[in-house]
């Protein structure tokens, strides 16, 4: 399955009051990794921040050209790879290595509720939720327990800058919490007799 970002086509009827898959979109298309989630857990270790990397972040923002030429790269690898939407705070890690920037409703926390029973997109029937791949590749690496996770809001001005960047000077720290946000299971409020 290939990655695009290309402009969809405009709506299309395909019968009485239906629109086509692709109608109205118009936001990114999901996208399955090009590589497998074993070999990226394991780059992730040789990506974790050091002194060498640090240096290298720091040496790259200290110049505009630099940040151009850095960024570009990074856009047109992680582009190919992950699908990538370059919003500078790269979730990868944590979701098995499917972009959650590339579901078209662009959701950080998870599935939207028209995920498919064969896992299909909502929004584009003929692909997989993003969400379905996370999950799967997750799992196949022991690491289900990565998406529980909360993801936090993404913050718009960091669109398009380098997430490498911001991961080598800890920048992006706090990106998602510690646990799922729960101390316990929550209460299910049911009334009780008068």
């Known amino acids: 399955m290939s990655i ?8 299309s009827r395909t019968g009485p009051g239906e629109l086509s898959p692709a109608a109205g979109a118009g936001g990114p298309l999901p996208g399955v ?6 070999l990226l857990y394991q780059v992730q270790r040789l990506l974790a921040p050091n002194a ?8 790259t923002a ?14 047109a690898a992680k582009a ?4 990538c939407q370059m919003c500078g705070q790269c979730t990868l890690p944590v979701t098995g290595y499917a972009c ?6 662009q959701l950080r926390n998870g599935p939207c509720g028209g995920v498919g029973a064969d896992g299909s997109c909502e929004v584009y029937p003929a692909m997989r939720c993003v969400w379905v791949v996370a999950y799967e590749r997750a799992e196949s690496q022991g690491r289900v327990a990565d998406l ?10 960091e669109r398009g800058r380098s997430s490498w960047v911001n991961y080598w000077l800890g920048r992006d720290e706090g990106l998602w919490t510690a646990d799922d946000g729960l101390a316990a299971a929550p209460r299910i409020w049911r009334a009780g007799p008068p």
């Open 52 to 59: 060498g990397y640090r240096w290298l972040a720091r040496w």
């Open 80 to 83: 190919r790879l992950f699908g």
């Open 100 to 105: 959650p920037m590339s579901c078209p409703k």
């Open 33 to 38: 990794p090009r590589l497998s989630a074993r």
């Open 4 to 11: 695009s970002t290309r402009p969809l086509p405009s709506p």
């Open 148 to 157: 529980r996770l909360l993801q936090r809001p993404v913050d718009h001005r």
């Open 62 to 75: 200290a110049s505009p050209a630099r940040t151009r030429i850095f960024t570009a790269a990074e856009r």
